[in-house]
Each structure stands twice: as C-alpha cells, then as structure tokens.
C-alpha cells in the first residue's frame, strides 16, 4: 500500500514486480551516467578552449556512434526479457475471470462450479474503521498464496483497465476481447489497486482488492462461498 510521502514503488509481492522494480533501477544508472557525462562535457566545453584535433578526431565520432548503439542494447536486452516473461502462462492452479462494467468489476472462478461474484467500492459512509477510503470492496479476490494464477480480463460496456501495482499487474479490459496475464503472490497480504482506463463518471468509484491467503485458508474461503 502506497503512502503520502512515497517516492518509490510498493513493496514487490510477486517475482514479476520484483524484475519490473529490478530493470527500473538499472535504467535509472544507465540514464544517470549519460547524464553524467553528458555534464562533464559540457563543462569541459565552457572551461577549456577545443583543439581543432579534438573537433575533428574520427576516433571521437566513433565513439559517439557506438556507445548510444551499447546503451539501447544494455536497456532492450533486460526489457525484452521481462516483457516475455509476463506473457508467459504455463498451466496455471487457479483462472480467475474479471469483467469490468460501469462501476464495478464482476469476478468468476472457473475452476469452480458456482463462484462467482460483484465487487462494488464501500461507501464512505459505511466504511469500517481502519479501513482505505475509496479503495475497499464489499468482496474481495481472494486467491492461493504461491500458486499460479491466470486473470481473464474483459469488460462489458467500455474500456478498463485491471491494474494492482504490488503485482505487477495492469491489463485492459475491453469489450468483446478476452486479455489475459498471470501472477504468483509471494507473501500472504491485501493489494490494492484501480481502474486505470478513464471509463466515465465514476472511473474513480471501482477499486480491485486482492487478498493472498495460504491454500488451506483459500479451499475454507471457497468451501464456504460454494456451500
């Protein structure tokens, strides 16, 4: 959960998030030594008086060539790598279906023969104490702790987008399409997350709660709904 005085992302909670945070700092070095030498040069430009040689070394155009060709490889090489990795998905324990309407997400769990359920955001007015303003729901997504699980995403009216930012989770939610992703919880928890597609009016109004519980927890969660 994200707080006021936050400069960095959540706490990671599934290995996908961690590579995401991971290739975030290696990008941010990459990009602060450019901006490193690119100071250095420009310093050198104005305290020291050029040469004609170094304004027409060869070995020096060179260099600027190769070197921007190195930092493109050292950045897509990583990136490429978690972009596959997101959009792998081998056999998953549990699929979970999430649709998106105007202003609540319905939620089924295929594996199961009736679980299905709406999510609507609490009110202010009823919200227990303790509790997050404008991001509780009535039903949370409660899901087995460090097990595979894949997310069926699509909408029923317009656009959406299921996003929880602990997971490393964002997919849009488009009508008529099915999306798809998957994730593993690391640690049991509550996650948080928002629409993150401008849906209309009440795009603000449709928070997404996910609980990771331990699988013996889960099967009594289920047992219970099913019963």
């Known amino acids: 959960m994200a707080n006021h005085s936050q400069l960095g992302f959540q706490d990671a909670s599934s290995p996908i998030m ?6 975030h700092d290696h990008a941010l070095m990459v990009a602060l030594m450019i901006c490193s030498l690119v100071l250095y040069l420009l310093t050198l430009m104005l305290t020291e008086k050029l040469s004609s040689n170094t304004v027409d070394a060869q070995e020096i155009e060179l260099i600027w060539t190769i070197l921007p060709a190195i930092v493109l490889i050292l950045l897509a090489l990583p990136s490429l790598q978690i972009l596959y990795m997101m959009d792998e998905i081998d056999e998953p324990d ?3 279906k999430a649709i998106g309407h105007q202003w609540y997400w319905s939620y089924e769990y295929t594996d199961f023969k009736d679980l299905s359920f709406d999510s609507y955001m609490v009110p202010t007015t009823e919200l227990p ?5 404008l991001l509780e ?4 997504v409660v899901i087995p702790m460090e ?8 909408a029923d009216d317009v656009l959406h987008s299921w996003t929880v930012p602990a997971l490393g989770v964002k997919t849009d939610a488009i009508p008529g399409r099915l999306n798809q992703t998957s994730f593993i919880t690391t ?10 597609e401008i849906c209309g009016a009440n795009h ?4 997404i709660v996910v609980e990771s519980a331990p699988l013996s927890q889960f099967e009594a969660w289920s047992s219970l709904l099913t019963s």
């Open 204 to 207: 603000s109004f449709m928070p």
């Open 147 to 154: 097990s595979p699980t894949r997310i069926i995403i699509t």
């Open 129 to 133: 104490l303790g509790h997050f303003r």
């Open 94 to 96: 549990l699929t979970l």
């Open 137 to 140: 729901v009535d039903h949370r």
């Open 18 to 23: 961690e590579e995401l945070i991971e290739f």
């Open 187 to 196: 640690r049991p928890g509550i996650f948080y997350g928002q629409c993150s």
